[in-house]
Every structure is written in C-alpha cells, then in structure tokens.
C-alpha cells in the first residue's frame, strides 16, 4: 500500500494489505459505541456528513475493535506506538482491548483531552474532556520529550536549587562546604504532562468541514510531536475527515489514512490540498491574554453576584438571575469615563438586545463639566461600596469641621 493516499474500504481489510513492522504510529478515533446516527451540514449548508454508531450488541462492536487492534500491532515496528481516542461510552471496555492485544506492561499513558464547551446538558456533570489511551508496541518505544513553560505560580528560584534527601527520606536544599546553597542544571520547563488543554475547534474556525466528531489539527500535531520524527509512517484506520494526514504532511511524516465512507475520504483529500490548519490565540498568548479585567472589577462583579465578561468595551458582566426572562447587563465605571460616557458604551452595547433591565456601577463623583448623553436611558445606576464610603466619610468630615 502506497504510502501519502487515503484509502477507501473497511479498515480490518485494508490493514492487512499494510506490510508487517513497517508503521511508526497508529491513530485510532473509531466509533465510540454512542449508538447513535451522528450527522453534521457544513456551514454554507451545501453537504450534510453522516456516520452510523450503533451496534447489535457490545461484544459485535469489542470483536471489530479488537480485529483491528491486532493488524495494528501486526503492522508496527518495535518501537511504535499507538494512541486510541474514546469517550465516556466505552473507554474501560476499550482499555482492557488495548491491555489484552497489547499487554498491560506496555501501557504507557491516559491522555486527558480537556476543552472547554457550551451545553445544555439537563441533568449530571458537563462532559468537558476525552480520553486517548497511549500504548507502546515494546519498551523501547520512540518518545521525544515535550517541556511547556512554569506556571506562574511557580517558585523558578527553588527549582534551580539542587535538592538531596536526609537519611530520614526528607527532601531539603544541597549546600556545599560553605553552607551555600547548591545550584542545578538548566532546565528546559516543565515535561509535558497527561492533561492537554487543547481547545475544541471553534464553530467558526476555517479548519471546520462540517464533518461529525473533527479533531483539530493542533491535537493530532502534539501526538505526533512525541512518538515521531520527521519521514516516520502514521496510519489512521479511521481517517474520517483526514485529519491525522493533515498533521503528518504539515510535520514533514508520511501517512496513510483509511475509512470507510466515499463521502469521507473525498473530504479529506480536498483538506490535504487545501491544508487549512487553525492556530489557537489561548495557547499562543496564554488565557491571561483574554483576562483584562482588574482584580477590584472582578472582586465587585462577584459582590452582586454577575458573571465577568472580558473583552468587551461597553459590557463588564451579566447578573447571574435574569429579570423578566432576559439577561441583566452590567457595566463598571471605569477610571477615564465620565458616567454619561459608560451609560453610552452600555447602551450602545445593549441595542437591538432586548434586555428589560441594564446596571452601570458608578465609581466616582459627577464632574461638573460631564457632557449630555444624548440619548434616553432606563440604566439603573448604583454606586459602588468604595464610591458610598468616600461620601460617607467626606460627611462626616463636613460635620466634624461645621
């Protein structure tokens, strides 16, 4: 089998025609056993994608899975790898596949998913994570080591000093002859860890096709990056939508991609021309990017219950309780604007919206020189706690020098 192709046909069959020990990495995103038709139209509405995830009973869906995972171990070199994406559905029943065909000697990771989406889930916890199981084919397995930057509440002058461990197994700082405190090596970060904050793709995210289940790109790229190098074969017996092949061509890897769906394999050849791969602004700049609000906003936000809003020039937060079934807005005075300045922001952030109540939190004084705001205003105004303790005391004050 060519490699750089995706192929149409039943992943068991086309596997086998995949010479043995020849694979660097497998991918598998099956079908999670949801059962459940799943279905998406792409965004212009012009192709509606659909796949069947429903089976006659378990053991039907643990034989297919199973049948795979063995031309899967069939194919993989020595020091190969394979990395199984699930949900909550059938992930233990899957992690005893893997323990089964693989050994349980080789298990080398659970990968935590985590993302962040809406839902109106009615009843139980918000499913906000997947998990991908990471097996080795052997114990000399390809690993390349991935280091992330310190946290910012980390302590970087203590972990550059050396550490030693008493007789009594207590870790303490090495010093030297002098009393001094021993230095350590460089140190590149933190290793990767087993939770990946990874965010879902955006509804508006050029990557997107409107195909059910798509993982970004930037996922399939992590997972690359540390089972792989540059000119090693992945093979993804589920390719969907391709996009494991569009992270191995972007990262210079040879790929193979299976599935069997016309519809699907169309698409992802299309992607594979196109190569469109959305980078995420979170983890380029960081969620400290997309805070901008002061600790004082925040801390007054909370004291009447509202739910911060970043990024917003005209809106600071929304009540947590709804007034006449529409949301509550709110708006902080902020240092530079006089109050008919913020009341123009709000409004101008509230129009067409509908809303039935709207909060400005004044936090200083009229100026005597504020302009007129032109426009009629139902804002219900409050004065901060800080702005009423400033009027307080500057009575009392007037009282005490009368």
């Not at 190969?80 to 693989?102: M, P, V, Y």
């Not at 990946?196 to 997972?223: C, D, M, S």
Request: aromatic letters at 8%; glycine letters at 4%; a positive charge.
């Amino acid at each position: 089998m060519k490699a750089n192709e995706i192929y149409i046909g039943n992943c068991i069959d086309r596997l086998k025609e995949i010479a043995e020990n020849s694979v660097d990495l497998v991918y598998m995103d099956p079908p999670f056993f949801t059962q459940k038709r799943h279905s998406l139209i792409t965004r212009d509405e012009s192709k509606k994608y659909e796949f069947k995830d429903s089976w006659d009973s378990l053991n039907d869906y643990l034989l297919m899975i199973e049948s795979c995972l063995n031309e899967c171990k069939r194919i993989l070199k020595s020091t190969g790898s394979i990395f199984l994406h699930c949900d909550k559905a059938a992930s233990h029943h899957l992690r005893a596949s893997l323990d089964k065909t693989f050994n349980l000697k080789n298990f080398q990771s659970e990968i935590i998913w985590s993302y962040k989406r809406w839902s109106n889930s009615k009843k139980g916890l918000l499913n906000a994570h997947q998990t991908i199981y990471f097996y080795s084919k052997s114990n000399d397995f390809k690993f390349n080591t991935i280091y992330k930057a310190y946290a910012a509440t980390t302590n970087v002058d203590q972990i550059l000093q050396e550490r030693e461990r008493t007789k009594n197994g207590r870790s303490i700082y090495k010093k030297d002859e002098n009393g001094n405190v021993v230095l350590g090596k460089e140190k590149k970060g933190v290793p990767l860890s087993d939770i990946w904050e990874i965010p879902y793709l955006n509804p508006k995210a050029k990557e997107r096709v409107g195909y059910p289940t798509q993982k970004p790109v930037l996922l399939l790229q992590q997972i690359l990056e540390i089972s792989t190098d540059e000119g090693d074969l992945i093979v993804d017996p589920f390719s969907g939508s391709g996009t494991t092949c569009i992270a191995a061509k972007s990262m210079n890897r040879n790929f193979i991609g299976i599935d069997v769906s016309k519809d699907a394999v169309k698409l992802a050849r299309r992607r594979l021309q196109d190569m469109i791969i959305t980078q995420s602004a979170l983890l380029q700049n960081g969620e400290e990017d997309y805070t901008v609000k002061s600790e004082e906003e925040l801390a007054l936000l909370k004291s009447i219950g509202a739910i911060p809003v970043q990024r917003n020039n005209g809106i600071d937060g929304f009540l947590k309780q709804h007034f006449e079934g529409k949301p509550v807005p709110v708006k902080i005075q902020s240092v530079h604007e006089s109050i008919n300045d913020a009341k123009e922001k709000l409004e101008r952030s509230c129009h067409k919206k509908g809303y039935k109540l709207k909060i400005l939190i004044q936090t200083k004084e009229n100026s005597g020189n504020d302009r007129l705001f032109e426009y009629s205003s139902d804002i219900q105004i409050i004065k901060s706690p800080k702005l009423l303790s400033n009027e307080l005391r500057n009575k009392i004050i007037t009282v005490n020098n009368g």
